[in-house]
């Protein structure tokens, strides 16, 4: 759980402050390509990726669009399931083998109860999710294309090569031979 102790050590907790916390973590794995929820499922974790690339998509007219991906060292989840307790309209897919840190959300409650730590890292999840989900509705309406795409390629270039085409393709909201000339241009 190195990778998660250290993301919170650089936000200002020390290791000893999250002992509880850490002690309701999961570890989950996921092979490349497997579903980790289903459209109708209730997202039931907070979690954060040790290793690996996840994406989430949704199936609209018998076709999957790719809205999001989260990548190693951040937190990802169907908040609006999670939060609300609903069926989340969502897949979520691991592209690559995955190793993922996990709190259920009945142990988060718990903690939220006892543990003002908890509460401060709860918080610091939930804040990284919302700002995560602003920046992607603002760059949908104000940027074209090319930025989007420009903009994950700088954000995290290392993971670019191991997402299909497709997939980047749909998240940046055109066709895939579209992708293939804003690559050619760019490079």
Avoid: W
Avoid at 26 to 51: H, M, P, W
Avoid at 72 to 97: E, G, H, M, P, W
Avoid at 120 to 130: F, M, N
């Amino acid at each position: 759980m190195t990778s998660l102790i250290g993301y919170f050590e650089k936000l200002g907790f020390p290791e000893h402050t999250l002992a509880e916390f850490l002690s309701c973590i999961k570890t989950r794995q996921f092979s490349a390509n497997e579903l980790i929820l289903v459209q109708g499922q209730s997202e039931n974790y907070l979690s954060f990726i040790d290793t690996g690339v996840v994406r989430y998509y949704v199936v609209a007219n018998d076709k999957e669009i790719t809205f999001d991906f989260a990548f190693k060292n951040s937190f990802y989840c169907a908040y609006d399931s999670f939060y609300n307790r609903t069926a989340t309209n969502v897949y979520i897919q691991a592209l690559t083998d995955c190793q993922l840190y996990s709190i259920s959300y009945e142990n988060l409650q718990r903690l939220y109860q006892k543990c003002e730590t908890a509460k401060k890292l709860g918080r610091i999840a939930t804040e990284y999710l919302l700002d995560k989900k602003v920046k992607r509705e603002l760059d949908l309406l104000t940027k074209t294309p090319q930025e989007r795409y420009e903009r994950l390629l700088f954000e995290q270039p290392k993971y670019i090569q191991q997402i299909p085409l497709k997939y980047l393709a749909s998240y940046i909201g055109v066709v895939p031979e579209t992708l293939s000339r804003i690559r050619k241009r760019i490079s």
